[in-house]
Nanobody, 117 residues
Framework: QVQLVESGGGSVQLGGSLRLSCLAA????????VDWYRQAPGKERELVAG???????DYGDAVKGRFTISRDHRKNAVFLQMNSLKNEDTAVYYC???????????WGKGTLVTVSS
């Protein structure tokens, strides 16, 4: 079993910054494969920051250059630093892990980020 718990969401002004945290527990092969997705109202869930493999991370086009994923392996934590926030960044942000051996996706409950002008 895998448990993912997000925190750090809230309301922020246009152009501001926010840092999300995800505490991971359970049968996770590598913290580098825990990543972030988001879902805006009325839209599909989309990738924000993917797994980090060979020191490379794929970011969604909408967040490239503004968002950065990082990990603290001692704390089993994954962070998402979000800068220069835009109205369209308003969404529920989810921590995610895929168990490729079992073909199971694990999701946290999400944390809401609201950007207002």
């Amino acid at each position: 079993q895998v448990q993912l718990v997000e925190s750090g969401g809230g309301s922020v002004q246009l152009g501001g910054s926010l840092r999300l945290s995800c505490l991971a527990a359970g049968n996770i092969l590598s913290l580098n494969t825990v990543d972030w997705y988001r879902q805006a109202p009325g839209k599909e869930r989309e990738l924000v920051a993917g797994p980090t493999l060979a020191d490379k991370t794929d970011y969604g086009d909408a967040v490239k250059g503004r968002f950065t994923i990082s990990r603290d392996h001692r704390k089993n934590a994954v962070f998402l630093q979000m800068n220069s926030l835009k109205n369209e960044d308003t969404a529920v942000y989810y921590c995610h892990y895929r168990d490729y051996a079992r073909g199971i996706n694990y999701w946290g409950k999400g944390t809401l980020v609201t950007v207002s002008s």
